[in-house]
């Protein structure tokens, strides 16, 4: 991630983010998985989606270690 969130919210966009990333790759496919897609489904900005992730790239990297963590904890 770009950067850390400091505040409840973000992290709340955070997850709201992961989920719509779960949700795109589900339906369209991890190759046709874009950050506007991603934004939209998780009804937030692209730039707010870019102060977190540079590309999409790194959105399936993180929601690939929430996955992990929470396979890890359960």
Known sequence: ?????????????????????????????LDRLTTNHVAQRAGVSIGSLYQYFANKEMLVDAL???????MLDG
Not at 1 to 29: D, F, S, V
Not at 64 to 70: D, F, S
Request: charge should be positive; proline fraction near 3%.
């Open 1 to 29: 991630m770009r950067k850390q969130p400091k505040q409840q919210r973000a992290n709340q966009m955070i997850a709201l983010l992961l989920e719509a990333t779960a949700l795109e790759i589900a339906e369209r496919g």
């Open 64 to 70: 690939l270690m929430q996955k992990t963590e929470h």
